[in-house]
């Protein structure tokens, strides 16, 4: 949804910062589409994942919104001492 050609289209962005480890926790937890679990480890390894790299080296989503969500844990207590103005607290 972030691609540098949409863009224009919006009047506010935000990126919800979240580490693909706990990504991939949390698709476990909820069943994502009724897979087991080794399907869901697999397409988020062979599909997810990459196409989110691709689309953070092509786009740069992360330095072209108005506000980043930091929604982990981990993330949290590696990136509270340098916040900038622009990140919010963890939901």
Not at 5 to 19: H, I, N
Not at 27 to 56: K, M
Request: proline share 5%; hydrophobic share 35%.
């Amino acid at each position: 949804m972030l691609k540098k050609g949409f863009r224009g289209y919006y009047d506010l962005a935000f990126w919800v910062e979240c580490s693909f480890e706990t990504a991939l926790e949390r698709a476990l937890r909820r069943g994502q589409e009724d897979l087991s679990a080794e399907e869901t480890i697999r397409d988020f390894e062979t599909i997810y994942f990459p196409a989110q790299r691709i689309h953070q080296t092509n786009d740069d989503p992360r330095g072209a919104v108005d506000l980043v969500i930091e929604n982990d844990p981990r993330l949290h207590k590696e990136s509270s001492a340098s916040a900038s103005p622009r990140q919010a607290s963890p939901v």
